[in-house]
Nanobody, 124 residues
Framework: VQLQASGGGLVQAGGSLRLSCAAS????????MGWFRQAPGKERDFVAA????????YYADPVKGRFTISRDNAKNMVYLQMNSLKPEDTAVYYC??????????????????WGQGTQVTVSS
């Protein structure tokens, strides 16, 4: 599975961005997918994840109610809609694929494939 994230940019606090992750590979529709982020000098943190069918999602507490993860298996795409952005959301955002898991995982080491990351900067 190859992943490519896009859609990052510079936005003012309170604004919105939609990240996209394009996946290649025939097994995409059977993989749970996740978004993680990493701010300078910090560890890579879990943001959101979605099961292979799209039937279940899970969010980190800091983004609950503001971010929405979704997927389109027909297009091999995963999205992260980010609303009400805050300066503390500034980070490089990565999409990742978790191959073979039934339940959603929130630890980065559970994910086997990673995109290259896209920078999100929120100004105050």
């Amino acid at each position: 599975v190859q992943l490519q994230a896009s859609g990052g940019g510079l936005v003012q606090a309170g604004g919105s961005l939609r990240l996209s992750c394009a996946a290649s590979g025939r097994t995409f529709s059977t993989n749970n997918m996740g978004w993680f982020r990493q701010a300078p000098g910090k560890e890579r943190d879990f943001v959101a994840a979605i099961t292979w069918s799209g039937g279940n999602t899970y969010y980190a507490d800091p983004v609950k109610g503001r971010f929405t993860i979704s997927r389109d298996n027909a297009k091999n795409m995963v999205y992260l809609q980010m609303n009400s952005l805050k300066p503390e959301d500034t980070a490089v955002y990565y999409c990742a694929a978790d191959v073979g898991s039934y339940y959603i995982n929130i630890r980065s080491y559970e994910y086997e494939y990673w995109g290259q990351g896209t920078q999100v900067t929120v100004s105050s």
